[in-house]
């Protein structure tokens, strides 16, 4: 890869070297789109997690969401550690970009699953619907962090 | 979207360190060994490339203990960020884009 250094303040880039520099930019982005997807177990493991965390308040034991927590804390900690140690790298979630819609759609059905659920289970007594929630959102979160993945993926191959 | 304004940056262009911030724009943080390997080439040439970055505000380097081994990570920082974007834009506007 070739390219001009400033020359009295004016880069001494041409086209043809620009155009070289922005298609080696592009590939390397497209290496690492081969490497970003993360293991089908990894996304089991934060379904599991956060059925696990919800479902703890249909235990109605006070303590059991404040284990809960702690775990699912533990457990994500963890399992960022897992994909950094698998890919090299960290990607938040809620970063700016097209995976912004896969947020906010999960941030939508976080709420709409959960308020409804809240009301049943903590003001109504209607017991297992945390539960059911979690279900949901375990099965949700597992799609919606694949759905993520390929949004970002395919961005970084420039395919948007 | 706002539009960036293009703008050359020798610090970012030289190379390989354009690659080390179009791969770092590309994620929140990677691991140094990461960039090492893709950019190819040796610890000490890299070091010496994000020291430079470091100390333009561009990048920022953080050490991890982690079961016993130093992992160091690298971000950009976000005046790096939009050094970089701005320098991809006038790479554009060169190439006619």
Do not use: N
């Amino acid at each position: 890869m070739t390219g001009g250094t400033p020359l009295g303040g004016e880069p001494a880039v041409d086209p043809q070297a620009a155009a070289a520099h922005l298609a080696a930019l592009q590939a390397d982005r497209a290496a690492l789109a081969d490497r970003a997807m993360q293991p089908w177990w990894y996304d089991a493991l934060l379904g599991l997690m956060t059925f696990g965390f919800f479902a703890s308040y249909s235990l109605w034991f006070p303590w059991a969401p404040v284990v809960a927590v702690v775990l699912y804390g533990a457990g994500a900690r963890w399992l960022m550690s897992v994909y950094r140690r698998l890919t090299g790298t960290w990607v938040s979630g809620d970063r700016p970009g097209p995976t912004r819609r896969a947020w906010r759609v999960w941030t939508v059905c976080s709420v709409a699953v959960l308020v409804p659920a809240m009301v049943l289970e903590l003001l109504l007594d209607v017991r297992g619907a945390m539960a059911v929630a979690g279900a949901v959102l375990g099965i949700g979160i597992v799609l919606i962090s694949r759905w993520w993945s390929r949004i970002y993926i395919a961005e970084l191959r420039g395919e948007r | 979207m706002t539009a960036v304004e293009p703008r050359f940056d020798a610090v970012v262009h030289a190379p390989p360190r354009l690659q080390i911030c179009g791969l770092l724009a590309a994620v929140d943080t990677m691991e140094f060994a990461t960039v090492r390997d893709a950019v190819a080439v040796s610890d000490s040439v890299l070091s010496k490339h994000v020291k430079q970055l470091e100390d333009a505000g561009y990048v920022q380097v953080r050490k991890a203990t982690i079961a016993s081994r130093q992992r160091t990570s690298l971000a950009l920082t976000k005046a790096g960020r939009a050094a970089f974007d701005a320098h991809v834009a006038e790479l554009r506007r060169i190439v006619g884009g």
